[in-house]
């Protein structure tokens, strides 16, 4: 397979995902910031990290947490100032690490000087920049596409009499990538944070730039009816982000990955395959819905253990097949905590965020740490709607009452599938407010700090912050966790997760337990007299005192989760 210009150095990387207003405040604020990312980058040096995914913090009204940016190259003061961002980048060099930053550029702030010119007048320079439609023949919205955070995708403008296209926040209208304008201007941007030496680009939603231009009604028969067809892995997206690439990506040899919104396999794996030149890796999000009923965020049910791991299995052999390639992960700013989802954040808290973390660091790809999660960060106890912030939980709190639920059900959905789950403060230490902030917290800080914080986990040898450090190691000295072909082994297992990294030389073999109870689990009798015989395996890493005695049937106790290696 031909190679690119971008080379292959991250893919035996590990990303740390920082959010900053929860990360670390350095003025008191109650807010983190830029100079508290900075003083903690020794921690995240132990750590083995090698990319610091910084999300935005750009000027932004902070309607959608920053993801409603107001300018671009600017640093918003909440956050800091340049000068600190540049600062955060000579340290990070310092330290032999990258700084990959978010770029969201599907829409931008209704504050934001482009469109605050287009909304002037129809025949603005900028009106193109943004896209809008006259009001449907009964005066209402031109479509009947819906926002991702709930209600109509279309704002009615009162100066122009149009309605412009809002997929996610009122606030925030959707950029017209059809004009090569938006396209330059985007390109240009990008090319100023590359020349002061970020090396990366997250790109937010960016699988939604190219829109059916005909925007058509859905059929409200369909499922889930909502527009979505019409505008994900759109009629362009391709040509748009290959355009990208020869302008930024390519020449400035960087890291990217894209974040796909409801995508497919077959266009991750044209995104992330090499020789296409688009993104070096893609996010996709299907794993993370196996607890949806009906394929419905805000519908409760137990999680669908056997659709998780078909899921994975589907990504993992048909980006390898095809020379794509995964950025892995359990967590991130806008789910809740794995650990509280998928697995026991109560009696087998400790073995059960070591589990995940085996599970995810033994697959193909590039994984992904959520700022907590090497801690084992559980979802916090929510107990009223005004201790939440995040903007969607409070729209989704009133729509699921506008439907009937009681103000007690609705609360105990968005208690499972709030974003705020994941965005409580990093716990340093067991000071007060966990040692985030000297100030009040601009989020609730979560009870369990005292016993869960870095400071209490970087003393501990057999701590979940050591079994991360152990794994991020691991992919660094071990070959065939880079390059190694992917093989379910568990056959429908009801509680077991096993599979194998098949090398030329090597075999690595992870076998994990997401059951609270002891579980059995044999090696089908191919695999076993194929490619393991006689042969001794040596325990890479392992999540109990006890590791169970290697044989072709192994006894598992709960969330037990063993990584060995067959040389």
């Keep these: 397979m031909e190679t690119t210009p971008q080379a292959d150095w991250w893919r035996k990387s590990t990303v740390y995902q920082v959010y900053p207003k929860s990360f670390k405040d350095s003025t008191g604020s109650g807010t983190g910031d830029i100079q508290g990312l900075t003083g903690k980058l020794d921690y995240l040096q132990e750590l083995g990290i090698d990319i610091v995914w910084l999300q935005p913090v750009y000027v932004s009204p902070q309607n959608d947490n920053g993801y409603d940016v107001a300018d671009y190259r600017q640093i918003d003061p909440a956050f800091g100032t340049m000068e600190d961002f540049e600062e955060l980048i000579r340290e990070l060099k310092k330290r032999g690490m990258h700084l990959m930053t978010d770029i969201v550029v599907n829409h931008s702030s209704t504050e934001h000087p482009w469109f605050q010119e287009a909304r002037k007048s129809k025949d603005n320079p900028y009106r193109n920049y943004y896209i809008w439609r006259d009001p449907a023949p009964d005066g209402g919205v031109p479509n009947n596409w819906q926002s991702k955070f709930g209600g109509p995708a279309w704002q009615f403008d009162e100066i122009t009499g149009q309605y412009f296209l809002t997929l996610f926040d009122k606030t925030q209208a959707d950029l017209n990538w059809e004009n090569e304008q938006v396209r330059q201007e985007v390109a240009d941007l990008m090319i100023f944070w590359a020349e ?60 990217t990955v894209g974040e796909m919104s409801s995508t497919t396999l077959e266009h991750c794996i044209r995104y992330s395959a090499p020789e296409e030149r688009e993104f070096s890796m893609t996010f996709n999000f299907h794993h993370l819905k196996v607890d949806y009923k009906n394929g419905q965020k805000w519908e409760l049910q137990p999680y669908d253990f056997a659709e998780l791991k078909e899921l994975f299995t ?67 106890d929510w107990h009223d709607i005004s201790e939440f912030n995040d903007i969607e939980s409070k729209n989704m709190y009133r729509i699921l009452q506008e439907r009937g639920l009681s103000g007690e059900q609705a609360l105990d959905i968005i208690r499972e599938r709030s974003r705020d789950n994941s965005r409580t403060p990093m716990q340093w230490d067991a000071s007060g407010h966990a040692g985030f902030t000297s100030g009040t917290p601009w989020l609730k800080v979560d009870r369990r700090y005292k016993e869960i914080n870095v400071q209490a986990e970087q003393i501990d040898p057999d701590s979940i912050f050591a079994h991360y450090k152990q794994l991020i190691r691991l992919r660094k000295q071990e070959p065939v966790i880079t390059d190694g072909i992917f093989k379910r082994l568990d056959e429908g297992h009801p509680q077991i997760f096993a599979y194998a990294r ?15 109870t002891q579980a059995g689990f044999s090696f089908a009798d191919e695999f076993w007299s194929s490619r393991i015989n006689s042969q001794a395996a040596e325990l890479l890493i392992g999540n109990t005192e006890q590791t169970p005695v290697w044989s072709q049937s192994l006894e598992i106790p709960p969330y037990g989760s063993y990584m060995w290696i067959i040389r």
């Design 196 to 255: 002061k030496g970020v090396d990366g680009f997250r790109m937010d939603v960016i699988n939604l730039i190219s829109k059916d231009q005909s925007f058509p009604d859905d059929d409200p028969a369909a499922v889930p009816g909502d527009g979505r067809r019409f505008y994900t892995d759109g009629p362009r997206v391709h040509e748009y982000i290959k355009e990208l690439y020869a302008k930024v990506f390519g020449p400035y040899n960087l890291v």
């Design 314 to 380: 589907r990504w993992q052999t048909g980006m390898q097949q095809a020379g794509g390639w995964n950025a892995l992960f359990w967590n991130n700013h806008d789910q809740p905590r794995a650990l509280s989802r998928f697995a026991d954040d109560g009696k087998y808290r400790k073995e059960s965020a070591k589990m995940l973390a085996t599970t995810l660091h033994g697959m193909q790809g590039t994984p992904y740490v959520y700022q907590g999660e090497e801690l084992g960060m559980p979802n916090p």
């Design 502 to 516: 098949v090398g030329n030389t090597e075999t690595l073999i992870v076998v994990s337990s997401f059951s609270g």
